[in-house]
């Protein structure tokens, strides 16, 4: 098994220079690895597998090009795209990962994870992340209309960035 790991790369239409070094990465590791582990926050904002910016269009093609007759690759959820969701899996031909998730490499185990869940000092995002990742509450988000959605993962962020600015590195990083 040669995989590669990634994490943490938030694309987004701000950073197009980053979404490049993507397509490049991922042209590269087509004959250079067996499999790829996209280990969440792949997106800056991901609000439904409806999203139709063209940059996540463009991503969703370069998946799928990299993952047809390429290496088997692998997604697990992050902070910020914890609702890429099946039809997301259907057009790019990734697999989507729990977190965490344990698999063997070279006869040592392995356990790979996004990690925000080890944050546990950080009790309001422990909170607000458990509201999210509730199927109930992800399916009423996913019903409202597409613009909607826009609007509350504008404020969701902005409120994030405050309340972050506001906490010692000790709350927000992960617990020993």
């Not at 250079?32 to 280990?39: E, N, P, R, S, V």
């Not at 309340?163 to 010692?168: E, R, V």
């Amino acid at each position: 098994m040669k995989p590669r790991f990634i994490s943490d790369l938030h694309l987004s239409d701000k950073h197009p220079e980053l979404t490049q070094a993507f397509f490049k990465f991922l042209e590269e590791s087509k004959e250079a690895c067996t499999h790829l582990f996209i280990l969440g926050d792949l997106f800056e904002t991901w609000i439904g597998d409806d999203d139709d910016l063209p940059i996540h269009i463009e991503i969703k093609q370069a998946l799928k090009a990299f993952t047809t007759n390429g290496p088997e690759t692998f997604f697990m959820h992050g902070n910020r795209d914890f609702l890429v969701g099946e039809a997301f899996v259907k057009e790019t031909g990734i697999t989507i990962l729990p977190d965490p998730y344990t698999l063997e490499i070279n006869n040592q185990k392995v356990i790979l994870s996004h990690g925000d869940f080890l944050c546990t000092d950080d009790k309001d995002y422990i909170d607000f992340r458990n509201q999210v990742r509730n199927q109930d509450w992800q399916n009423n988000f996913l019903e409202k209309p597409l613009d909607e959605r826009k609007q509350i993962a504008a404020t969701l962020r902005a409120d994030s960035k405050e309340a972050t600015s506001k906490k010692s590195n000790e709350i927000t990083d992960v617990n020993n």
